[in-house]
């Protein structure tokens, strides 16, 4: 299978396209280097339709993203890229374990991401997770993420206000 001319087939890129993508790439890690090549793709559509099969590789076999966890932190500051991107990348760092080098660029991601009332509401959800995870190793951010969450949790929408509800109850 080429990837990249599956990920293109068609002009909707639907669920099951992007299951059996994923299946593909987890059968090995050559096939998960190639979609991994989609998704850090200067290609906008390609990159975004490979964001989805990324995603569900890295939970399904999380071993599989381990080498590439630095270059899915570097597309966190990337603005010429689908949402769909960011998105994907901050839902796989809120399930895996981040590298101590890479702590400070997630969180200054993260925060900004939460802070910017622009960003879509599924990045600032991911982002809230990914900072709660992070502050199980600086305790000094539980303070700023709660101040941040009760200054915005009433402009924002159901999906903020239910990941913000269940962080502020573990603090």
Same mark, same amino acid.
């Given at each position: 299978?080429?990837?990249?001319?599956?990920? *293109?087939?068609?002009?909707?890129? $639907?669920?099951?396209? !992007? *299951?059996?993508? #994923?299946?593909?790439?987890?059968? +090995?890690?050559? @096939? $998960?280097?190639?979609?991994?090549?989609?998704? *850090?793709?200067?290609?906008?559509?390609?990159?975004?339709?490979?964001?989805? +099969?990324? +995603?569900?590789?890295?939970?399904?076999?999380?071993?599989?993203?381990?080498?590439?966890?630095?270059?899915?932190?570097?597309? /966190?500051?990337? #603005?010429?890229?689908?949402?769909?991107?960011?998105?994907?990348?901050?839902?796989?760092?809120?399930?895996?374990?981040?590298?101590?080098?890479? @702590?400070?660029?997630?969180?200054?991601?993260? $925060?900004?991401?939460?802070?910017?009332? +622009?960003?879509?509401?599924?990045?600032?959800?991911?982002? /809230? #997770? #990914?900072?709660?995870? /992070?502050? !199980? @190793?600086?305790?000094?951010?539980?303070?700023? *993420?709660?101040?941040?969450?009760?200054?915005?949790?009433?402009?924002?929408?159901?999906? $903020?206000?239910?990941?913000?509800?269940?962080?502020?109850?573990?603090?």
């Amino acid at each position: 299978m080429n990837i990249r001319e599956e990920l *293109l087939k068609q002009k909707i890129h $639907f669920k099951e396209d !992007a *299951l059996r993508i #994923t299946a593909y790439a987890c059968a +090995s890690p050559k @096939h $998960f280097t190639d979609l991994m090549d989609c998704f *850090l793709s200067n290609e906008y559509r390609v990159a975004q339709r490979a964001a989805w +099969s990324v +995603s569900w590789a890295a939970r399904s076999k999380p071993a599989l993203i381990t080498p590439y966890i630095k270059q899915l932190v570097a597309q /966190l500051s990337r #603005t010429d890229v689908h949402n769909a991107v960011i998105r994907n990348s901050v839902r796989i760092l809120e399930d895996i374990e981040i590298p101590e080098d890479l @702590h400070g660029d997630v969180m200054n991601a993260c $925060f900004a991401f939460i802070e910017k009332p +622009s960003t879509p509401v599924a990045i600032k959800a991911f982002s /809230l #997770t #990914t900072l709660h995870n /992070l502050s !199980a @190793h600086y305790p000094e951010i539980k303070q700023e *993420l709660k101040l941040i969450i009760e200054e915005r949790i009433d402009t924002e929408t159901a999906a $903020f206000k239910s990941r913000a509800k269940k962080i502020l109850k573990e603090k």
